[in-house]
């Protein structure tokens, strides 16, 4: 069974700084995908960025970047230049190829102070 | 494009009740996805649904069970409510197509279930 853990329930930045959100899976898979959501409160939860396992490469959207360390089953979610609108919980998932069922983590609740 | 859409956004029922929720999946996607979101916690897999049939399930009872039409619209029903129901409940499509990519899913605002 794939299991996601993320172990900071809260977290706060200042406007501008750069944060680090912190992730563990376990999947016996070497087919899988990983993901960041994020969740405002108006509940939309919207993809931030995602990583194929097979990929070396760390995956980079603008100002979100993850560190993916395949090794260690550990992939953190970097956000840079935080913004007001970053304020959310943010999710850690993992897709086992073939597979439909995305199993999450329970969050992480990120508030960016102006 | 509406993207996926979910109905109804809120929802009261009593223990024992049957309910059904809705999802339009974002417009060209075929597949739905349903997932209950407890209070603090992160999205359950429930099941997924490809051309009219139940492809993959989770670990829910059989008091949970769906309908995908030909539209590829999706209906999620609940039988025999537990306190334990409440939750918001999103819906999620992507389209099916590419053997050896994943396409991404796109989430609906959900449907806030209480279970009084």
């Known amino acids: 069974a794939q299991t996601v853990t993320q172990s900071q329930p809260e977290m706060s930045v200042q406007e501008a700084e750069t944060v680090t959100l912190s992730c563990t899976y376990d999947?016996?898979?070497?087919?899988?995908?990983l993901f960041w959501y994020k969740q405002p409160p108006s509940r939309q939860m919207i993809l931030v960025i995602r990583q194929e396992a097979y990929k070396q490469q760390n995956a980079t959207e603008n100002r979100f970047s993850v560190n993916f360390q395949k090794a260690a089953k550990s992939f953190s979610l970097k956000i840079s230049d935080s913004q007001l609108g970053d304020t959310a919980m943010y999710f850690c998932a993992v897709l086992q190829g073939g597979s439909e069922k995305l199993v999450f983590g329970k969050g992480m609740k990120l508030t960016v102070n102006p | 494009d509406a993207g996926v859409t979910q109905s109804p956004t809120h929802l009261i029922k009593t223990r024992g009740q049957q309910v059904t929720l809705r999802c339009s999946p974002k417009?060209?996607?075929?597949?739905v996805s349903w997932y209950q979101q407890a209070l603090g916690q992160g999205p359950q897999f429930i099941f997924q649904y490809y051309e009219e049939e139940e492809r993959q399930r989770g670990n829910f009872p059989d008091r949970f069970s769906g309908h995908q039409f030909p539209n590829y619209s999706s209906e999620l029903n609940v039988n025999a409510l537990l306190l334990g129901d409440s939750a918001l409940y999103l819906c999620a499509s992507r389209s099916g197509r590419g053997a050896f990519s994943y396409n991404e899913q796109f989430f609906g605002p959900g449907t806030r279930l209480t279970v009084l």
């Open positions: 999947t016996s898979e070497n087919n899988y995908y």
């Open positions: 417009s060209g996607h075929d597949t």
